[in-house]
């Protein structure tokens, strides 16, 4: 991968540039460097027993958020970086915040409001796994690029068609988004200023737009690697295909930790 | 302070970036997008189950129709749909609303192509953009990418079959489509809520709850799937799978009467 800017981006829609890579941070780091594949299947793996983890063993949230924390150290990231990401749990804080007043079961008084017992654990529950599920996917995604990742999801067997469609798309969302970007312009050059739903005719008639010039450079792209010998798999690169037991033992150590702390929640309930 | 030619272009250009007509791209964010934990494990995995099963067989037929090599269309598609979703629509207000593609995308390009288009998507948020749960990526497709598709490509072939393959027609079909998927999506949640929900929550509570927004959501939907199936039609008819094979029907059916007179 080439090296790339790693401070935040300044309008990255309107110039396009890596849409794709956006959650990317280059760093050199243990963690980065670990193959796509490991951090994968440790990653799926923390989440599920994070997942697992009942909700009234609170100390056993604070024990994996500190974990993920070092995580993020070890791969030389401040949490400032990443912090705008969590927005994308916004619609669900809202809705965990509602369940205390909406839930079900005997009622504690909390102040001057009475509020579900039931709801309040449950509020929590969501919110600490949702969180910690988050915080975990963007680790994934703030040290691994988009073609390790692909690459990663080849070496564990996913169907080679979707691999291949990732890898194409991947390949192109920063071309087609640019050619929205570019659309955008000209409309804006033309005097466009969308506002309320009488606007929607021509934003409707870009996006069909954008799809034909996408299905075109499709079809373009299609024939352009088939006459250079493209039968539907690309030849590997990156990293190679055996990773060192070394190193799953040592990416391990995250889940193994995680169990002891699930399984030790678990008991003590 | 320097003002050369280059660093005046830039100041133009960032002006231009903050119209609000050129906040075209911005990324969608979806109540339907459940994140882990929501849903429980054994419900997860559970749709995780059928979900590659389904997907299983869409790329299989998806296969009959389109080769191992002809991936970079199948990528291409993919990638305008997630650009799709980033796409803004102004409601009003200074809100805006996105679209989730599913319905379009099975109407565009046919629904096994459809649903294995919409997935890939689904999979490209969660593990490059975090959005949507890891353990809960067979929940997310399942809701995004096949309940979608299932109501959404009958729900448009019927108002094509009875009414015809004029642009009305179509446009209205592809409409119905759009709404019909979204609330299947939201319906998709609810019933994964009442199985398999964490939250000691009345389901029935939940159901009017996300059915009600989504009424809303999935109105704005069809509008929009209305009007680009409709932009699509008047140039390139022929990219509009839905419709296709009805249309040549047509042609030869008028032929043959033609022909007969």
């Keep these: ?269 | 302070m320097n003002l050369g030619p280059v660093s005046a272009y830039s100041r133009r250009a960032s002006l231009l970036r903050h119209t609000p007509a050129n906040e075209g791209l911005k990324e969608r964010r979806h109540l339907v997008h459940v994140p882990d934990g929501f849903i429980d494990v054994p419900v997860s995995l559970a749709a995780a189950g059928v979900s590659t099963a389904v997907v299983a067989v869409c790329l299989q037929r998806t296969r009959k129709t389109m080769s191992d090599a002809a991936a970079p269309m199948a990528g291409l598609v993919a990638v305008f749909v997630f650009a799709a979703q980033m796409f803004n629509f102004p409601v009003g207000a200074g809100t805006s609303g996105h679209m989730i593609g599913a319905a379009l995308a099975v109407i565009l390009i046919g629904p096994y192509a459809g649903v294995v288009a919409v997935s890939v998507v689904v999979i490209v948020q969660a593990l490059f953009f975090a959005d949507g749960g890891l353990t809960a990526l067979g929940l997310n497709v399942l809701n995004l990418a096949i309940l979608t598709a299932l109501v959404a490509w009958p729900a448009f072939r019927l108002v094509v079959r009875v009414f015809g393959t004029g642009k009305a027609a179509v446009m209205v079909g592809a409409g119905i489509a759009g709404f019909v998927s979204v609330l299947a999506a939201a319906a998709g949640f609810v019933m994964e809520f009442a199985v398999g929900g964490t939250a000691a929550v009345d389901t029935g509570a939940v159901a009017v709850a996300m059915l009600g927004v989504h009424t809303l959501i999935g109105a704005i939907e069809g509008v929009i799937t209305a009007l680009v199936v409709g932009a699509i039609l008047s140039v390139r008819p022929d990219l509009v799978t839905g419709v296709v094979d009805l249309r040549k029907a047509e042609r030869a059916q008028r032929s043959e009467e033609a022909v007969l007179s």
Aim: aromatic share 8%; hydrophobic share 50%; net charge positive.
């Design chain 1, 1 to 269: 991968m080439t090296p790339r800017q790693t401070g935040p981006r300044v309008g990255d829609h309107a110039t396009g540039h890596l849409v794709g890579d956006r959650l990317y941070v280059a760093r050199s780091s243990r963690i980065h460097d670990l193959p796509a594949k490991v951090k994968l299947v440790v990653a799926l793996a923390t989440v599920f027993l994070i997942v697992l983890t009942p909700p009234e063993a609170m100390w056993a949230f604070f024990v994996y958020f500190a974990l993920l924390v070092t995580v993020l150290a070890m791969a030389n990231i401040k949490m400032v970086r990443v912090l705008p990401r969590f927005i994308v749990e916004v619609p669900f804080v809202v809705f965990a915040v509602l369940m205390p007043f909406i839930g079900q079961g005997p009622r504690l008084e909390v102040g001057p409001v009475l509020l579900s017992e039931a709801g309040l654990w449950s509020a929590w529950g969501l919110l600490a796994k949702a969180t910690l599920g988050l915080f975990v996917s963007i680790i994934l995604a703030a040290t691994t690029t988009m073609s390790d990742l692909v690459e990663g999801l080849h070496q564990l067997k996913f169907p080679s068609l979707i691999v291949a469609i990732l890898t194409s798309m991947i390949r192109y969302v920063n071309v087609v988004t640019d050619e929205a970007a570019r659309m955008s312009r000209a409309r804006a050059a033309r005097g466009f200023s969308g506002k309320g739903p009488r606007s929607w005719p021509i934003l409707a008639h870009s996006l069909g737009t954008l799809f034909i010039r996408s299905y075109e450079r499709g079809e373009r792209v299609h024939i352009a690697m088939l006459s250079r010998g493209y039968t539907g798999e690309l030849p590997q690169l990156g990293q190679g295909r055996t990773v060192a037991p070394a190193t799953w033992a040592a990416a391990a150590l995250l889940p193994a930790l995680v169990l002891t702390v699930c399984l030790t929640a678990v008991l003590t309930q």
